[in-house]
Structure formats: structure tokens, C-alpha cells
């Protein structure tokens, strides 16, 4: 009787101490501006995962444990978005998130939690979703001065990037072999937009890049160097696009980019190298 009241007395106070903690992790403070890194509520979660791992391992409360993890987890995620879009960040929401879910995703594979798998993967899915949206918002275009025409669209309501406007025209009917015979889409205007890039830029605007995600992420952050391959993906994709563009609009034209996918692959490389 009195064990069985103090099994009850210890499972309260269990469920308190945890509730309370579910709200610590949702409830994260930045209160100035700074870079964010790993929350400290994240590294609570994982202190207090492997305490719990090490303590009902093989006992009768471990249903009591797996209920406790699912609204620790939900609370943890909300507390990674609340940082992410907090007006105080100095780093970008895609940055916070990736960071973060990673070292969540670690600790989840490194524990083997069985009834957390369904949580561990969809932490990897959100730490590689938002490397990739990150890629794509600080990209953007990489090579943005190629987009652009000086000639006026006379097919659009309003100026468009030249290999876009080029594209469009093909998919309005125009056939590949005639574009360069449109006064927009000319080689002259090929070769005006091509020149705007020339290698020394190219080089240049990788250099600030990768200097700007360095700011971006934690220091000796193990995701640097995730990042910088996927941005090199990201460019090498865009340019070889370009370039099968200009092979099907622009054949024997002998108008090409200064810098070649080779010369990418150097400049990503040496960058990673350097610094």
C-alpha cells in the first residue's frame, strides 16, 4: 500500500518536473541581437535524453518515457522556430533551423531510440530541406548579370531576365534554331549579357560567398563545408544549364562564359581550402 502510493507520489512529481521542462524548451529568450547556433534548449533535450535513456533502460516505465518524448519534442521544435523567426536573430531562419535540427538529429542517431525513428528522420529532413532553402536564398541567381537583357522584350509586358525570356519564348512556340534571329534574343545581345560576367568576377563574388556563410554558422561549424558543396552544386547546375541553352538557341556561335565548370570546381575548392 505505501509502496504503491509512493510508485504514484515519484510518477507525479516525474510528470511535473517534465512538463515544466517541455515549457523551458518551448520558451527561448533572445532578448539582443545575436548570432544563434545551438539552442541551449537543445542541448537540455539531449542531457536530459541520455539521463532518462541511462535511468528507465529495461524498467516498466519506459511507456511513461516514450509518452514524456513526444511533447518534450514538440515543445523543443516549436522553441527552433520561435529563434528562427525572432526579430533579435542575426542569422537567417534557415540557418537556425538547420543548425539545430542537425545536432537534434545527431543526438537521436547517436541514443537509438526506437520509438523516436519517425522523429529522427524528419529532423534529418529538416536539416537538409533547410540547407537547401538556405543555398537557394543566399545564391539566389549566381550568376544574376547573365540573366539580364538591355534589349526590350517586345513578347513581354515587362523586361525579363534574358535566359528566362529565352526559355519562355520556346515554350510560346518559337522554335530553338530561331531564337537568335529575334532582335531581343540575338547573338549580339548573347554576347553583351555573357561579357557583363568575366572570370575575375566569378571569382570575386565566390570568395564573398563562402566568407558570408562563415558568418552566417557557428564557429568550426561542421556544416560548413555541407553548405559550400551544396552551393557548388547549386552554381554548377545553373551554369551547365546556361550552357545547354546556348548549345540549342546558339549553336557554332563560339560564344561561351569566361570560366568553365572546371574552373568552378577550382575556385569552390580553393576557397574551402583557404580559409
Known amino acids: 500500500m505505501v509502496f504503491g502510493r509512493l510508485v504514484v507520489l515519484v510518477k507525479r512529481q516525474m510528470d511535473?518536473?517534465?512538463?515544466?521542462?517541455s515549457y523551458q524548451l518551448a520558451e527561448v529568450k533572445i532578448s539582443k541581437r545575436v548570432r544563434i547556433g545551438i539552442l541551449e534548449s537543445v542541448y537540455q533535450f539531449a542531457e536530459l535524453a541520455r539521463t532518462a535513456e541511462a535511468a528507465f533502460a529495461g524498467t516498466e516505465r519506459r511507456a511513461d518515457l516514450n509518452r514524456w518524448y513526444a511533447q518534450l519534442i514538440t515543445s523543443l521544435k516549436d522553441g527552433i522556430e520561435y529563434a528562427?523567426?525572432?526579430?533579435?536573430?542575426k542569422s537567417p531562419a534557415a540557418v537556425v533551423r538547420?543548425?539545430?535540427?542537425?545536432?537534434?538529429?545527431?543526438?537521436?542517431?547517436?541514443?537509438?531510440i526506437d520509438c523516436l525513428?519517425?522523429?529522427r528522420k524528419e529532423a534529418k529532413k529538416a536539416y537538409q530541406d533547410n540547407i537547401e532553402i538556405y543555398v537557394k536564398e543566399l545564391m539566389g541567381r549566381p550568376l544574376?548579370?547573365?540573366?539580364?537583357?538591355?534589349?526590350?522584350?517586345?513578347y513581354y509586358y515587362e523586361i525579363r531576365h534574358f535566359f528566362e525570356s529565352v526559355e519562355n519564348a520556346i515554350r510560346q512556340g518559337v522554335k530553338p534554331e530561331e531564337i537568335a534571329f529575334h532582335q531581343q534574343f540575338s547573338r549580339l545581345e548573347l554576347k553583351k549579357v555573357i561579357s557583363l560576367y568575366p572570370e575575375k568576377e566569378v571569382k570575386k563574388g565566390l570568395e564573398q560567398l563562402y566568407k558570408k556563410i562563415e558568418k552566417h554558422l557557428m564557429?568550426?561549424?561542421?556544416?560548413?563545408?555541407?553548405?559550400w558543396r551544396n552551393m557548388q552544386d547549386e552554381f554548377l547546375k545553373q551554369l551547365k544549364h546556361y550552357n545547354e541553352v546556348m548549345g540549342q538557341c546558339y549553336p557554332n556561335s563560339r560564344i561561351d562564359f569566361e570560366v568553365s565548370v572546371q574552373d568552378v570546381l577550382s575556385y569552390f575548392s580553393q576557397f574551402a581550402m583557404q580559409h
Open 117 to 119: 525513428d519517425v522523429q
Open 84 to 89: 528562427a523567426t525572432s526579430p533579435f536573430s
Open 219 to 227: 564557429d568550426d561549424s561542421s556544416l560548413l563545408q555541407v553548405v
Open 16 to 21: 511535473t518536473y517534465l512538463d515544466n521542462k
Open 144 to 154: 544574376e548579370k547573365i540573366h539580364v537583357s538591355f534589349a526590350r522584350a517586345i
Open 98 to 112: 538547420f543548425e539545430n535540427y542537425h545536432y537534434f538529429y545527431s543526438v537521436l542517431s547517436e541514443l537509438k
